[in-house]
Structure formats: structure tokens, C-alpha cells
């Protein structure tokens, strides 16, 4: 990674930190701070959601989201929606505004215009380093490249070798996912997430992401928890749920719960990913099996902590 890259990375998780901890210094809630950070990065196109998102084998942009609200247990959850801005702002609107938990596909995006919530054309979310992800990752493959989308720009003029291009084609980019957890004054607590799931997806594959109790949960008898990684394991492992139950029912504490599931039960079936969690007595932890994660956590008074590699504290 250049400098100038992680310089970026580091700026827009500091971007993002902040917004949710204005809205906690504020007196808003652990939900809005949620959605306030996650609209950001998923604006931002360094990151695996929204207009950062991946690529799926056919050339378009399945985006998926879930937030969950500690003190309620209620949750949203939407699956393979191109077409709403800020799919986080959609899963809390599923939340909040419809007796249900999950949509899909072109239906979430119908909901999501009859609440009112922004929506764009597909290419809004095209951005030309994921485009040349997804055709290297196809060339790699052997699979048929499809044609550019709709609306996209222009190709470059010239062929410039990869490494002057903003490109993020390596394993640990494949993946990717934004999440954020949260703690309000009203000792509530809540966590989002949001990504574009894998590179080169195929057959409308969905992640752990939106499911929850997978890659998002949140109790305020236990923890917050968004994950990141291979999603099919955590699927597997309900890693999210799984954390706060021990935490609830084993009475572990925090990151020795995230550490158990993550670095003992993932790391031996090879299920690469983390988590960000978060108690309602202010317990803020991160755990991840992989040579780095990009984090950052915050609390009330103090540094922003913000880290990408495994040795950084």
C-alpha cells in the first residue's frame, strides 16, 4: 500500500469516526450514529459499499446492509439492492417503517422510493478501479467478461500499468465491509453494516452481512457486533450471535467472547475475518485472524484509535 493510500484509508475511517461520535456527544442515538458513519463510507470509494462496492460476475453492484438496535431487538436487514444511495438508511427504514426484518432485490428498492429515500441510476456506484477488479479477477477465472455498464465513464484512453492506477485487486480487498457499533448516553446500544460482498459474486450470492445474528446482532443483555471476512463462514458460525452469547450466557468478557469465536473457532476452519463489538458498560473490542482490518474506535473524551495493520495497537 502507498502512503498516499493509506493516508486516504486512514482519513476516511477518521471521517467516519467522527461523524458518529458528533452525534453521540449530541445526545443522539446509538442508531443514528450508526447511520450518520455508514452513510459516509459508503460514499467514500475506498470502501466495499455503496459506491465503492464490488463487482458481481454480471457487472453490476448487489449491495447489502443490516442494523439491528440493541434495546428493542429490532432489525433490518436488505440484500442485492442496486439502486438506493445509502443501502444502511434502507435497512433501518425495513426497521423501522415495515413489519418485516429482510427485503431483496428489486422489491427493496421499490420500498425503499415509497419511503422516499434516494434513488440513483446502477452506474452511480461504478468506480474504474472495482470495474478492473472484476476483470482481472474473470480474466483469472476464465469466465467472459461482460460488457462495461450502462452509464459508466468512459474507458481510459490508455492502457497504464496497474500499479499507477488507484488499485485494490488483492485477496484482501476481494471482500470488504463497513460496519460500526455503538454506544449512546442512554446506554443503548446498536450495530450496522454495509458492503458490496465478493468480487466476481456469482447467481446473486449473499454474505453474512444482512443476516442477523451472522455478520450483524445487537443485545443490550450481551454486545454489539458487525463482522467482516468470508462470509459463508460466518453464516456458518453465526459469529456475531455467537460472541454475545457468550458474553450473555457464559459471562466472558468481551474480547475474550470475540477472541474465542473468531481466533479459535474461525482461525481453525480457515475462516478469514473480524469483528468490531461493543457492551452496554462501554467494553469496545476488535478481533480479526488476518494480517490487518481497517478500524477505528472512539470514546467519550478520549483519541480517536485508528489502525489498518495487525501490529498497531
Known amino acids: 500500500m502507498t502512503p498516499e493510500r493509506e493516508a486516504a484509508y ?7 469516526l467522527q461523524a458518529a461520535a ?3 456527544n449530541k445526545g443522539g442515538s446509538s442508531l443514528d450514529a ?3 458513519a455508514i452513510q459516509l463510507l459508503e460514499d467514500n470509494p475506498l470502501f466495499n459499499a455503496g459506491r465503492g462496492a464490488v463487482f458481481a460476475a454480471d457487472g453490476t453492484n448487489q449491495l447489502d446492509s443490516a442494523i439491528m438496535d440493541g434495546a428493542t431487538l429490532r432489525a433490518g436487514a436488505v440484500a442485492d439492492v442496486t439502486r438506493t444511495r445509502h443501502p444502511i438508511s434502507l435497512a433501518r ?3 423501522e417503517r415495515s413489519p418485516h426484518v429482510m427485503l431483496i432485490g428489486p422489491g427493496a428498492d421499490a420500498f425503499a422510493a415509497s419511503v422516499h429515500l434516494e434513488q440513483v441510476p446502477p452506474s452511480f456506484f461504478f468506480t474504474e478501479a472495482r470495474w478492473r477488479d472484476l476483470v482481472h479477477d474473470l480474466e483469472g477465472q476464465g469466465l467472459p467478461v461482460p460488457p462495461r455498464p450502462a452509464g459508466a465513464p468512459a474507458a481510459p484512453a490508455t492502457d497504464k500499468p ?3 492506477l488507484f488499485d485494490l485487486s488483492d485477496d484482501g480487498h476481494r471482500y470488504g465491509t463497513v460496519g460500526v457499533v455503538a454506544l449512546d448516553r442512554r446506554g ?6 454495509s458492503t458490496g460482498g465478493l468480487t466476481a459474486k456469482r447467481w446473486n450470492r449473499v454474505g453474512d452481512s444482512p443476516v442477523i445474528g451472522a455478520g450483524t446482532y445487537a443485545s443490550n443483555e450481551s454486545c454489539a457486533v458487525s463482522g467482516t471476512g468470508v462470509g459463508e463462514y460466518f453464516i456458518r458460525y453465526t459469529v456475531a450471535r455467537s460472541i454475545c452469547a457468550l458474553v450473555q450466557y457464559k459471562g466472558m468478557k468481551l474480547q475474550e467472547a470475540a477472541d474465542d ?4 473457532q474461525l482461525g481453525a476452519a480457515h475462516g478469514d475475518g473480524g469483528i468490531i463489538a461493543i457492551t452496554p458498560d462501554g467494553q469496545l473490542v476488535w478481533s480479526f485472524n488476518t494480517p490487518g482490518m481497517f478500524r477505528a474506535r472512539i470514546q467519550e473524551g478520549g483519541r480517536a484509535e485508528i489502525a489498518i495493520y495487525k501490529d498497531e495497537p
Not at 486512514?10 to 467516519?16: S, V
Open 188 to 193: 443503548n446500544i446498536a450495530a450496522g453494516t
Open 34 to 36: 450508526i447511520e450518520a
Open 261 to 264: 469465536v473468531v481466533q479459535r
Open 22 to 24: 458528533t452525534v453521540l
Open 93 to 95: 427504514a425495513v426497521m
Open 162 to 164: 496497474r500499479s499507477s
Open 10 to 16: 486512514r482519513a476516511g475511517l477518521n471521517e467516519a
